[in-house]
């Protein structure tokens, strides 16, 4: 069993792990350039184009699969032969 002042000194010790760790991830943190209010870059905007017309056919007419039938079984699924 431990004793009061162990365990006053493990929980020092692992307070100030997690102290320092949590100075170092701040620490760490990076700020983005144009993230900052008042910065000097300047703003950029998409754009989005639509048709004006609806195509009159369609790209594909209809998918159809390339293998036709029942797929065989792969040789470690199939039963002994005979």
Do not use: C, F, H, R
């Not at 010790?13 to 760490?28: D, E, F, H, M, T």
């Not at 943190?29 to 998409?46: F, K």
């Amino acid at each position: 069993m431990m004793s009061t002042s162990t365990k006053k000194l493990t929980l020092a010790a692992s307070s100030a792990v997690l102290g320092l760790g949590i100075v170092g991830a701040a620490l760490v943190q990076t700020v983005t350039p144009g993230a900052l209010a008042g910065s000097d870059t300047v703003m950029e905007v998409g754009s989005t184009t639509t048709m004006s017309t609806a195509p009159t056919t369609l790209a594909t007419p209809q998918a159809e699969p390339q293998i036709k039938g029942p797929a065989p079984l792969p040789i470690e699924m199939q039963g002994l032969p005979g």
